[in-house]
Nanobody, 127 residues
Framework: QVQLVESGGGLVQAGGSLRLSCAAS????????VGWFRQAPGKEKEFVAT????????YYADSVKGRFTISRDNAKNTVTLQMNILKPEDTAVYYC????????????????????WGPGTQVTVSS
């Protein structure tokens, strides 16, 4: 069973960048497809990005496409979300999540498809 911890959140001005990390322990992250989700106050949790076990397949929400990049370093047991050109509407608690699929190319964009979650990290973008 894998444990996930996010880091890298903080306060940034609009147009700035942040790099979120999802560190895995208890199991190797290479066995998991990993996704990032976010939840703003009063809103439902929404999909941000996902990456397959192999790292070759990624998907992004339309709202972040072209600004965010998800990547993984299986040797370091981490998955990273690079966030550029941040907007106030990106303000939310960001969560990483993992699921252990059999297929290397599997990805998931629904929160209910993931089995393991980190506690989240706050990202605040000021205007």
């Amino acid at each position: 069973q894998v444990q996930l911890v996010e880091s890298g959140g903080g306060l940034v001005q609009a147009g700035g960048s942040l790099r979120l990390s999802c560190a895995a322990s208890g199991s190797t992250v290479s066995a998991y497809a990993v996704g990032w989700f976010r939840q703003a106050p009063g809103k439902e949790k929404e999909f941000v990005a996902t990456i397959s076990r192999s790292g070759y397949t990624t998907y992004y929400a339309d709202s972040v496409k072209g600004r965010f990049t998800i990547s993984r370093d299986n040797a370091k047991n981490t998955v990273t979300l690079q966030m550029n050109i941040l907007k106030p509407e990106d303000t939310a608690v960001y969560y990483c999540a993992a699921v252990a699929p059999r297929l290397y190319g599997y990805t998931a964009r629904r929160a209910e498809d993931y089995d393991y979650w980190g506690p989240g990290t706050q990202v605040t973008v000021s205007s």
